[in-house]
T-cell receptor, first 115, second 113 residues
Framework: EAGVVQSPRYKIIEKKQPVAFWCNPISGHNTLYWYLQNLGQGPELLIRYENEEAVDDSQLPKDRFSAERLKGVDSTLKIQPAELGDSAVYLC?????????????FGPGTRLLVL | AQSVTQPDIHITVSEGASLELRCNYSYGATPYLFWYVQSPGQGLQLLLKYFSGDTLVQGIKGFEAEFKRSQSSFNLRKPSVHWSDAAEYFCAVGARTGNQFYFGTGTSLTVIP
């Protein structure tokens, strides 16, 4: 079974440029998560989707970050414009159901460097 | 508000030695408790989880963790560490209602021959 796929794996951009990350969850997984992981820190939830609906986006900086999950499968996370402080690893995870009792499966992440 | 603390930023152990990684949480009730491992270039992988019942939980790769309510702790243990266990380990807590989910800051494990 294929795991969570993320692309690109690495991205280097200059500040004020836009950037987008893509995530393909495990087939059949209804819940999708985007996390931000700063160097030396644990992941922090940005947004959680149940199917197409964003059910928790309270930690998403909405002035520059946006996300979508069209058709309840793939998801994209966008930053526009990027700032130096956005340099981090962006992780995507998916789970079969909505409860935390369901195991979250993580992708390898996209490492972003903003110059 | 929930919080999770991993007091040890970095731990070094010899191969074959026992290991204990500490995790303490702050929560009004018993939360869901998890341990994840993150190897370089790899995604986070769930080692084990505790929801209820037996407070000693067995996980993958020979790891176990014990939930101690009186100490608000969920420490991870392994009796004999292998070189391949070198990685970053994260404790996480989740709310039983509302689905809030928080990771600790992680403990980096180095295994020396």
């Amino acid at each position: 079974e294929a795991g969570v796929v993320q692309s690109p794996r690495y991205k280097i951009i200059e500040k004020k440029q836009p950037v987008a990350f893509w995530c393909n969850p495990i087939s059949g997984h209804n819940t999708l998560y985007w996390y931000l992981q700063n160097l030396g820190q644990g992941p922090e939830l940005l947004i959680r989707y149940e199917n197409e609906e964003a059910v928790d986006d309270s930690q998403l900086p909405k002035d520059r970050f946006s996300a979508e999950r069209l058709k309840g499968v793939d998801s994209t996370l966008k930053i526009q414009p990027a700032e130096l402080g956005d340099s981090a690893v962006y992780l995507c995870a998916s789970s079969l159901g909505t409860s935390l009792e369901e195991t979250q499966y993580f992708g390898p992440g996209t490492r972003l460097l903003v110059l | 508000a929930q919080s999770v603390t991993q007091p040890d930023i970095h731990i070094t152990v010899s191969e074959g030695a026992s290991l204990e990684l500490r995790c303490n949480y702050s929560y009004g009730a018993t939360p869901y408790l998890f341990w994840y491992v993150q190897s370089p270039g790899q995604g986070l992988q769930l080692l084990l989880k505790y929801f209820s019942g037996d407070t000693l939980v067995q996980g993958i790769k020979g790891f176990e963790a014990e939930f101690k309510r009186s100490q608000s702790s969920f420490n991870l243990r392994k009796p004999s560490v292998h070189w391949s266990d070198a990685a970053e380990y994260f404790c996480a807590v989740g709310a039983r209602t509302g689905n809030q989910f928080y990771f600790g800051t992680g403990t980096s494990l180095t295994v020396i021959p």
